[in-house]
């Protein structure tokens, strides 16, 4: 049974990993039969469209969400319906909506934006109107801007939205213990177990593997084409970090077993 949900990936700043996790949230989400659509709403950085460029694949097409045409493109997709000039490029795309669930990358440190276009938009009574729940993810790092943009976007949303915060483990590389205190330690995370978000982690891809994917952006959808050795470390991330992503139960969007919707 489908779980209607849209996912925003959100970041205080560029390179906590948060293409990294919204390429791995489709895959894994592909993989459990989901219709999914992804879209990148970066429009100086695109990578989550770069490594989605297929148009047999279900590309994940650019859209800036922040605009008010891409907030009206993004609320049209979401009531099932493509503008034209998605539906004539991505037809493969346009035959998923209505979708399932919905990824959107937005631009890092776009946060104030963002809630700018929620407000606008009321996107998030919108949402529900057409069947989905909101999921915000936070991507962190060990420093202290994540905590920063989420105590910002706790205070604008509150228990109206989901949320998932995912800990990079690039940045605990060293194997530190208490790489993750300023956020262990932290009131914000106090708040978004009371809302009862959940914390899970992106396990750390090899830097080599990661290079070999980026050269001919190669998803995690298409593994077969990466030399072997990259091929058995990058299926090793995509099992351990889907099973983090299937920890968070429903929150995600993943499908409801049919005995838990009976």
């Avoid at 202290?144 to 109206?160: K, N, V, W």
């Avoid at 992106?202 to 990661?210: I, K, N, V």
């Amino acid at each position: 049974m489908s779980n209607k949900t849209v996912n925003i990936i959100n970041g205080a700043k560029g390179g906590t990993g948060k293409t990294l996790f919204a390429r791995l949230l489709y895959a894994t989400l592909d993989n459990a039969g989901s219709k999914v659509i992804g879209i990148d709403s970066d429009q100086e950085n695109p990578e989550f469209s770069s490594f989605h460029a297929d148009p047999d694949q279900f590309a994940v097409p650019t859209m800036d969400c922040l605009s008010l045409d891409g907030g009206k493109n993004l609320v049209t997709m979401l009531s099932g319906e493509v503008a034209t000039s998605v539906a004539s490029r991505l037809p493969t795309l346009a035959r998923r909506c209505p979708a399932d669930v919905v990824i959107l990358d937005m631009p890092a440190a776009s946060s104030t934006r963002l809630r700018e276009q929620i407000d606008v938009f009321d996107l998030i009574p919108a949402c529900g109107e057409m069947g989905y729940g909101v999921t915000i993810i936070s991507v962190i790092s060990t420093s202290y801007a994540p905590i920063e943009s989420i105590s910002r976007m706790l205070d604008f949303c509150g228990d109206t939205v989901r949320w998932v915060v995912v800990k990079n483990q690039y940045f605990a590389s060293d194997g530190l213990k208490d790489a993750f205190s300023l956020w262990d330690e932290s009131k914000e995370r106090k708040r978004v177990k009371k809302y009862g978000g959940v914390e899970i982690e992106l396990p750390r891809l090899a830097d080599t593997t990661f290079k070999a994917m980026q050269a001919n952006y190669t998803p995690f959808t298409a593994l077969d084409s990466l030399p072997l050795g990259d091929k058995l470390l990058a299926r090793s991330f995509v099992r351990r970090g889907s099973a983090q992503i299937e920890a968070t139960g429903q929150l995600l969007g993943l499908p409801v077993p049919v005995a838990e919707a009976v």
